[in-house]
């Protein structure tokens, strides 16, 4: 069989809050948009910005930061996969398609005031986030301020 590759990397801001839902089996999911923006001059020399809407999904843990954490407007790292999945509309008869990005790393780059606190999420049933009881003393005994920044 051929080796393939199905991997996604977006850096953006949430569209709007995240909806955040149970399935029946108790799995947390969060569906959540992310827009992405790419500059181009246009014909007549002048920039243009191209806004790009992607759909994301966030299972279980992951699912639970994206809850207590993302907001709109919040930025993210985002690494995870391409899926479309279909169905029949339930009026029409047609088939429908969504194609969406499972979420499989999730990283805060919003500050506090700005939706969130930074750390780095997995999708797995644990997460890393540089926030433990101990490294919280010595990330708050380093920090930087403006006065340390040389420029």
């Known amino acids: 069989m ?11 801001n949430v569209g709007k809050d995240p909806e955040i839902r149970a399935t029946g ?10 827009a992405t923006t790419d500059r181009a001059k246009d014909a007549t ?6 806004t790009e809407w992607h759909n ?5 843990r992951t699912a639970e930061i994206v809850r207590d954490y993302v907001k709109k407007g919040s930025k ?10 279909s169905w029949d509309d ?10 969406e990005i ?6 805060l780059l919003s500050g506090k005031g700005e939706g ?6 997995n999708r797995g049933s644990s997460y890393d986030q540089r926030s433990t009881s101990s490294s919280d003393d010595l990330v708050n005994s380093t920090e930087i301020t403006d006065e340390d920044i040389p420029f």
Do not use: C, H, P
């Open 2 to 12: 051929a080796r393939s590759v199905n991997k996604i990397i977006l850096l953006g």
């Open 25 to 34: 089996g108790g799995m947390m999911v969060a569906n959540f948009s992310l």
């Open 45 to 50: 020399g002048n920039w243009t910005d191209k």
């Open 56 to 60: 994301l999904v966030a299972f279980q």
């Open 76 to 85: 993210l790292y985002i690494e995870g996969k391409i899926q479309t999945r």
């Open 90 to 99: 339930k009026n029409s008869g047609e088939k429908k398609y969504r194609t």
């Open 102 to 107: 499972i979420v499989n790393e999730l990283v």
């Open 116 to 121: 969130g606190d930074g750390g780095n999420y």
